[in-house]
């Protein structure tokens, strides 16, 4: 027996230290990790108020972050469509009221019309004023 195991431990390597495999399969099976630790939170109750706590505080923080993004965005288009309006003729600055350009959907429009134009070399109002090149033609 002896000589036998000393012949598979010089061909494999040394069997494995018990308490360190279980540990690696622990690690290695997130589900039973998470079972561990949210058995160990479960004993403790200040540990889930504040576990809960801190979830909340970095939910509100992130949330934070991306409706001051999405403002910022947001702002930085309405200058684009406001910098390209100007220099169209008349007749489009009549059609695109300032009421109409506070509404989400005539922006996502006319910043969708803006990026076709450049993509295209075109003009703003040129992209406006023909639907085959404008995405409100697009189907």
């Known amino acids: 027996g002896d000589v036998y195991k000393r012949q598979i431990n010089a061909?494999?390597?040394?069997?494995?230290?018990?308490?360190?495999?279980n540990l690696a399969n622990m690690m290695n099976d997130k589900h039973a990790f998470k079972k561990s630790f949210g058995d160990f939170v479960k004993q403790t109750p200040d540990a889930m108020a504040a576990l809960e706590a801190q979830q909340a505080r970095?939910?509100?923080k992130y949330n934070r972050m991306l409706e001051k993004q999405n403002r910022?965005?947001?702002?930085?288009?309405r200058r684009q469509i406001g910098s390209a309006l100007k220099d169209c003729g008349p007749e489009i600055q009549e059609l695109i009221t300032p009421l109409m350009l506070?509404?989400?959907?005539?922006?996502?429009?006319?910043?969708?019309?803006?990026?076709?134009?450049?993509k295209s070399g075109i003009s703003f109002e040129q992209a406006l004023a023909n639907p085959d090149v404008s995405v409100l033609g697009a189907s």
């Open 58 to 60: 970095e939910r509100k």
């Open 72 to 77: 910022a965005q947001l702002a930085e288009t």
């Open 102 to 118: 506070g509404t989400a959907m005539v922006q996502n429009i006319l910043h969708m019309s803006l990026k076709e134009s450049q």
């Open 11 to 21: 061909e494999y390597g040394e069997p494995p230290n018990p308490a360190m495999a």
